[in-house]
Every structure is written in structure tokens, then in C-alpha cells.
Nanobody
Framework: VQLQASGGGLVQAGGSLRLSCTAS????????QAWFRQGPGNERQFVAA???????FYADSVKGRFTISRDNANNTIDLQMNSLKPDDTAVYYC?????????????????????WGQGTQVTVSS
């Protein structure tokens, strides 16, 4: 099973980026999928998650600016990031669970995610 993240890059503050994560090796139609990020010297932090039935959860720091979506037919999830800030600079990781996580608290717990992508760098300049 592999998760391949793409779409990172360098953008100015206020700009937008769209990250994509493609899964191969199994389907994740019944799983919760998420994005986490890890800035320099920081722990990996929850960004957003989407459940099997497309309920979404967001960290307070990105609510209203980021949108997570999924395409079960193509086994992909996307993260549209608007109004980017320098604090959003981090390596972004996509993740997928084996089970159905249905709560906000659960979706934020990285221990519940079994599969991880390799990460894609997002750098926001001021």
C-alpha cells in the first residue's frame, strides 16, 4: 500500500496551493483519510480529515481557509489551501486509516492512521 502526495511548493502569503494524495495497493472508500503537517522543530499536527461518508473535520488554525475532499472512484484526496500564511509552512503528509473514524477527536489522533505518504513541502513566504 502506498500513498503518494504531491502539489507542494513555494507560494507567497495570501496565495493558494492544492495538494493531492493518491493511494495504490488497496481502496480506502470505507476509511477516514487526513492531512497532517510538521513544521521545523514541531511535532506532526492534524490539519484536516474526511470520513468515508465525506464528513469533514479541520484544525482551528485552517478552518475557513482549507478544504479537504475525496474521490473514492480514483482513490484520491485533495487539500485546497487558500489564504496561506507563513505559519502554514511545513511538510504535509497524507494518511489513511484502516477503520472508520467518525469523531473529531479520533480524526486528530495520528496513532489511528495506518498508512502514510512521504510528505510534500509547502513553503509560504511573507
Amino acid at each position: 500500500v502506498q500513498l503518494q502526495a504531491s502539489g507542494g511548493g513555494l507560494v507567497q502569503a495570501g496565495g493558494s496551493l492544492r495538494l493531492s494524495c493518491t493511494a495504490s495497493g488497496r481502496t480506502f472508500g470505507t476509511s477516514t483519510q487526513a492531512w497532517f503537517r510538521q513544521g521545523p522543530g514541531n511535532e506532526r499536527q492534524f490539519v484536516a480529515a474526511i470520513t468515508w461518508n465525506k464528513n469533514t473535520f479541520y484544525a482551528d488554525s485552517v478552518k475557513g481557509r482549507f478544504t479537504i475532499s475525496r474521490d473514492n472512484a480514483n482513490n484520491t484526496i485533495d487539500l485546497q489551501m487558500n489564504s496561506l500564511k507563513p505559519d502554514d509552512t511545513a511538510v504535509y503528509y497524507c494518511a489513511a486509516s484502516r477503520s472508520r473514524i467518525t469523531s473529531y477527536q479520533g480524526s486528530r489522533d495520528l496513532r489511528l492512521y495506518t498508512y502514510w505518504g512521504q510528505g510534500t513541502q509547502v513553503t509560504v513566504s511573507s
